[in-house]
């Protein structure tokens, strides 16, 4: 088993890595991205869930497509109005993040790949 190592300033392979097996393979650019728009936030993100292997994405999403198994997506545990809409801000500014989507306990930012867009859960 990898042991725990800093993939950026804010972010660990711990808290990134597939639940199934811990591989690991974030998008290097996606986390410069995230850690950029964390910094811009000023206060934690708690990852819900980030890279996930292609089976066992397959077992919690329908979407084969995610993007969470290529390591451009992250869940971001949300539910503070205030903090929620920094979040969606910073994000949105950075014209990185194109695929967003809003549930009532989370926010999933993803690199997306067609057309930008803001779904909800
Ligand atoms: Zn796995």
Redesign the pocket.
Known sequence: MPSNTKITKNFTTNEMK??????CEMDEQFMANLQRIREQCGFGFKINSAY??????AKVSSNTKGQHATGQAVDVSMKDRYKRYELLMKAIFSEYFKDIAISKTFIHLGRGNVKNGVGVY
């Open positions: 597939c639940p199934c097996c811990d591989e996930r292997c292609a089976e066992y994405n």
